[in-house]
């Protein structure tokens, strides 16, 4: 190897130490000299500056943050943990080690609810590379945990603005398409009056696919609005007796129930902080898809809410078709349906919107477990009744439909 080559070699493998600059508040030249002695051992290039006064301290803190203090105890006039409180003052995050002549167990246990993070005697100055490797790991784990912190705040707040412009998209496209559509619409249908039954028997078939398309792509941008506006209306919450907004709800399906011969059975039901309007719509769409997708029998559906670790838990159920459990997820998805329309009307967005309205109240709804026919869906709303944990009991049950 040449002279060049082993000069290379040889500086490569010279580890530079990392710097680390310290700032010792001590008022005796003896003892910050043997803390200094002491700091040489550590794999840092260690740069120390003395203060021994709270005006010094607070002078230097302007000139230059160090990279950890160590301070003693006892300093006459004031003591370390004053400049504890000024860190905190100052919102400074510098790990401060005090480094004291004696401190009984209980004075340091105070000192480090206080603020402190360490502490190390002066007979047993050994133990201060250790400690200073451990106070600056934890503000490194600390650092990283503020960095998460406030990129998750930030990819949050990116996901809610995205929602917004999206849910803005979805309401002005709606909104703008139904002129033209109503337009497409109404031609075919004048088309139809004129022409069907006069033309081809293909013709024919033609005229009603596309009058059937207007149709859907009317109700599909009728259900797009609705699930735009959830998100778009102002959410006010006030004292809400849900048997009142189940009753609504029932009043709304009323033609439906009759139709069906469906009874609502509603056990007692609580007073709490809810915006009334939007949780009429979860009841009446979980009350309609219930009587919706039956199977032959007369439609039941049993209404009814458990107060569980501050949050009533709801639970809406009854005996149609059931649904499978692999499907417990996605039936939560907008537009997602589970069988053709052959079978059952709908666009698949009643669920979705169910879904959008509880998580603005704070909760969660899911397709709860059940045994035989039929299923239960569940949705939790916070127990807050005007900023304080609701204590009603509920109100009386009863059959309210049928």
């Known amino acids: 190897m040449t002279t060049a080559g082993t000069q290379t070699a040889t500086e490569s493998s010279v580890q530079i130490k990392p710097s680390l600059e310290v700032l010792i508040i001590e008022d005796s030249m003896v003892d910050s000299e043997l803390i200094r002695h002491e700091l040489r051992r550590c794999d840092f290039n260690v740069s120390c500056h003395v203060v021994q006064?709270?005006?010094?301290?607070?002078?230097?803190?302007?000139?230059?943050?160090?990279?950890?203090?160590?301070?003693?105890?006892?300093?006459?006039?004031?003591?370390?943990?004053?400049a504890v409180?000024?860190?905190?003052?100052?919102?400074?995050?510098?790990?401060?080690?005090?480094?004291?002549?004696a401190l009984g167990d209980e004075t340091a246990v105070e000192c480090i609810k206080q603020g402190a993070t360490d502490y190390v005697l002066k007979d047993k100055l050994a133990r201060l590379p250790a400690a200073i490797h451990r106070a600056l790991q934890e503000k490194r784990l600390r650092l990283d945990h503020r960095e998460a912190e406030?990129?998750?705040?930030?990819?949050?707040?990116?996901?809610?603005?995205?929602?917004?412009?999206?849910?803005?998209?979805?309401?002005?496209?709606?909104?703008?398409?139904?002129?033209?559509l109503r337009m497409v619409s109404a031609y075919t249908q004048l088309l139809a009056d004129r022409y069907l039954g006069k033309l081809d028997e293909q013709a024919d078939k033609y005229i009603n696919y596309a009058i059937d398309g207007a149709t859907r792509m009317q109700e599909l941008i009728q259900d797009l609005l609705r699930f735009s506006r959830v998100g778009r209306q102002e959410m006010v919450l006030q004292s809400t007796d849900i048997r009142l907004v189940v009753e609504q709800a029932i009043v709304n399906l009323k033609v439906t129930i009759d139709e069906t011969g469906s009874t609502v059975n509603c056990?007692?039901?609580?007073?709490?902080?809810?915006?009334?309007?939007?949780?009429?719509?979860?009841?009446?769409?979980?009350?309609?898809?219930?009587?919706?997708?039956?199977?032959?029998?007369?439609?039941?559906?049993?209404?009814?809410?458990?107060?569980?670790?501050?949050?009533?838990?709801?639970?809406?159920?009854?005996?149609?078709?059931?649904?499978?459990?692999?499907?417990?997820?996605?039936?939560?998805?907008?537009?997602?349906r589970l069988h053709t329309r052959a079978e059952y009307s709908g666009n698949g967005i009643g669920l979705a919107i169910c879904k959008k309205i509880i998580e603005q109240h704070g909760g969660t709804i899911w397709l709860g477990d059940h045994s035989g026919p039929g299923c239960t869906f569940n949705f939790s709303i916070p127990a807050m009744e005007n900023g304080a944990p609701n204590k009603n009991e509920g109100n009386q049950g009863s059959a309210i439909g049928g």
Request: charged content about 25%; aromatic content about 8%.
């Open 53 to 82: 006064s709270a005006d010094e301290f607070k002078a230097r803190l302007r000139e230059t943050l160090p990279d950890i203090i160590l301070a003693d105890y006892n300093l006459g006039q004031w003591r370390g943990m004053d």
């Open 85 to 101: 409180e000024t860190l905190r003052e100052r919102r400074l995050d510098i790990p401060l080690i005090l480094v004291s002549g």
């Open 150 to 180: 406030k990129a998750l705040a930030s990819k949050v707040e990116e996901l809610a603005r995205s929602n917004r412009d999206l849910e803005q998209f979805a309401y002005v496209a709606s909104h703008d398409l139904q002129e033209p």
């Open 267 to 336: 056990g007692p039901l609580p007073v709490l902080l809810a915006n009334g309007p939007q949780l009429e719509q979860v009841f009446q769409n979980l009350i309609g898809n219930a009587i919706k997708f039956r199977d032959g029998a007369v439609p039941v559906i049993n209404i009814r809410a458990e107060l569980k670790g501050g949050n009533w838990i709801f639970s809406v159920s009854d005996n149609g078709i059931g649904i499978a459990p692999e499907h417990s997820e996605v039936i939560f998805t907008i537009f997602q």
